[in-house]
């Protein structure tokens, strides 16, 4: 109920300030505020931050599963109210971001506050956040079957029978709480043209490829402009250059102010020329200016929200990407009417709503949610084979070039991502100061081989040995007993021999401050060596063994198997 709430008053308050502002200055005077809105709307966001709420709200669903992975669900309570606040503002005064993000967070950290006030153990903090996130997107869409869907499918976690009935009591009263304050009113409107037939399956595999492609497109540009925004050194250099270029796409595009959805469904109702306005005053009701602005829409959506999030912004990449497909979808079925490319007028509202789950199973690699999604939107299994051939061959296609998500990719180049790999998982959950072993006798180069026999050989069981700098305790080379074999009995090189002569590099160094479990496991493989030596900024620290390493991952396997 909590999270329908809140899923309600983030909705109301972006809707509210998009009114006073659309209905009003611009209506009023000119469409040239579209150009300020941006940047009023994000000084506002970095005033909140400043002032009140003392820190940066985290990226949304990205965080809940860093959460998951890494704080064992622990969320700070901050994030309650952190992104409901701020997400507003940024989707109101333009933001080309979505929604569901911040509510997803907000839901996630009152199930995080309400484990610790009750003193709930871990396992089920994580079905109480999953519930969360579940009743959150079946709030914002009254999709309660996709709701659960997506939080078993992006969160990926381990769910049993017996948790899907408070997944599926918490989607139900967040749909309730969501009809109580909104009444029927529903997100995407559906009334569709036309039903599925046979002759349609290659067009929906050639959407499904479309769908993939710029999906692929999607995901690459919004990592190069937020890595372009991440090597500005000033928050308001990236505030001012953010709000300025996004105001000039917005002033140009106008569609591309806020979330979107009210654009999709007057496309989806067939009347494009009430929403697709431009600053050129092209005639909407031209068929090449219908499809050369739902061009710009399709290419242009992904570089306004990336601008959104770089710039300061609080949102999503959900609706985005339900946008780009809805108009991508949209424009396929114009461009194939308009030019009879198929022998046959294929519906418009079909292919936009198909598209749509094309897009969000190939970006954000969630195909169950996204067909589940739209069959619930439309009310029945009408389109159900349509989304399984778009959603398939998009996922498909974009899982081979684009091995994570964009809620995952992060994460995973962190090795901070557990809940969508068990091998995974287990390797990250591992601690690598369990395994170091401390017990071996460090040696220095200018010991003579006498003394490396008397002190350290004898002494030993080992049959390694690391050298290390007499005062630094830099690391410097390994001794192996096969090195000295030959000469260890004959006493009359003792004197001679040193360390240095004898000592080699070993054939690989396991670096505290950068590798990761993961890391340290590929560099066993690749150097096929027993033992490998620590170091923490070169400094000297143990070894760690094959066999150790192996039998500790060996007990969390047989632990997280049952």
């Not at 009152?110 to 956040?129: A, D, G, T």
């Not at 094309?358 to 009408?382: D, K, M, N, R, S």
């Not at 091995?403 to 091998?423: P, R, V």
């Not at 460090?442 to 003579?448: I, K, Y």
Request: aromatic letters at 12%; glycine letters at 8%.
């Amino acid at each position: 109920m909590v999270s329908g709430i809140m899923a309600v008053f983030i909705k109301k308050l972006t809707s509210l300030i998009q009114y006073l502002l659309q209905n009003g200055l611009v209506a009023s005077y000119h469409t040239a505020f579209y150009f300020f809105f941006p940047t009023i709307g994000f000084l506002i966001v970095y005033f909140i931050i400043k002032y009140i709420i003392k820190k940066r709200p985290e990226p949304g669903i990205p965080y809940t599963l860093y959460a998951i992975s890494r704080l064992k669900g622990l969320i700070p309570s901050k994030q309650m109210y952190a992104s409901l606040i701020t997400a507003p503002f940024t989707v109101g005064f333009g933001g080309s971001a979505g929604l569901e993000g911040p509510m997803v967070i907000s839901g996630a950290s009152f199930s995080s506050y309400l484990s610790k006030l009750f003193h709930i153990n871990q396992s089920e903090r994580m079905l109480l956040i999953a519930c969360a996130c579940s009743a959150t997107m079946a709030a914002m869409f009254k999709a309660p079957v996709a709701a659960i869907i997506f939080a078993i499918e992006v969160f990926s976690l381990d769910l049993t029978l017996v948790s899907l009935l408070p997944l599926i009591s918490s989607s139900l009263l967040a749909v309730l709480t969501s009809y109580f304050f909104l009444g029927n009113e529903i997100l995407i409107p559906i009334n569709l043209d036309g039903e599925f037939t046979l002759k349609d399956v290659p067009y929906y595999i050639l959407l499904g490829g479309l769908t993939g492609l710029i999906s692929i497109y999607f995901c690459t540009i919004y990592q190069q402009i937020l890595s372009y925004f991440d090597k500005m050194d000033s928050y308001m250099k990236r505030l001012f250059f953010g709000g300025l270029m996004l105001g000039l796409l917005i002033f140009f595009i106008p569609p591309l102010y806020g979330e979107g959805f009210e654009v999709m469904n007057t496309l989806i109702s067939g009347n494009p020329k009430d929403v697709l306005r431009n600053a050129f005053n092209w005639e909407a009701e031209n068929a090449w200016s219908i499809i050369v602005m739902m061009t710009g829409l399709v290419l242009f959506k992904v570089v306004a929200m990336a601008t959104t999030v770089g710039a300061g912004g609080i949102g999503g990449v959900f609706s985005p990407a339900l946008f780009t497909g809805g108009i991508l979808g949209n424009l396929f079925a114009r461009v194939a009417n308009q030019f009879g490319l198929f022998g046959h007028s294929l519906p418009l509202a079909s292919f936009t709503l198909v598209a749509m789950a094309g897009l969000v199973a190939g970006v954000l690699h969630a195909p169950l949610t996204a067909i589940f999604l739209i069959a619930e939107l439309t009310g029945g299994y009408t389109l159900f084979i349509p989304l399984m051939i778009v959603a398939s061959v998009s996922f498909a296609l974009s899982k081979y070039y684009i091995k994570h998500s964009l809620y995952t990719k992060q994460l995973a180049q962190e090795g901070n991502l557990i809940t969508h790999d068990k091998d995974q998982k287990i390797l990250t959950l591992m601690n690598i100061d369990s395994v170091i072993e401390k017990n071996l006798i460090p040696v220095t180069a200018d010991m003579t081989l006498g003394e490396l026999i008397h002190n350290a050989v004898i002494k030993s069981n080992r049959n390694v040995f690391p050298v290390i700098h007499s005062e630094t305790k830099m690391f410097e080379g390994i001794i192996l007993l096969d090195n000295i074999r030959t000469i260890m009995f004959k006493q009359e090189l003792y004197q001679t021999v040193k360390v240095k002569d004898v000592m080699q590099s070993p054939p690989g160094i396991i670096r505290l401050e950068k590798d990761k479990m993961a890391d340290i496991m590929d560099k066993f493989q690749k150097t096929n060596a027993w033992n490998l030596p620590v170091v923490k900024e070169g400094v000297y620290i143990g070894f760690v063994s094959k066999s150790k390493l192996l039998t500790a991952y060996r007990k969390n396997l047989i632990y997280f198997s049952t």
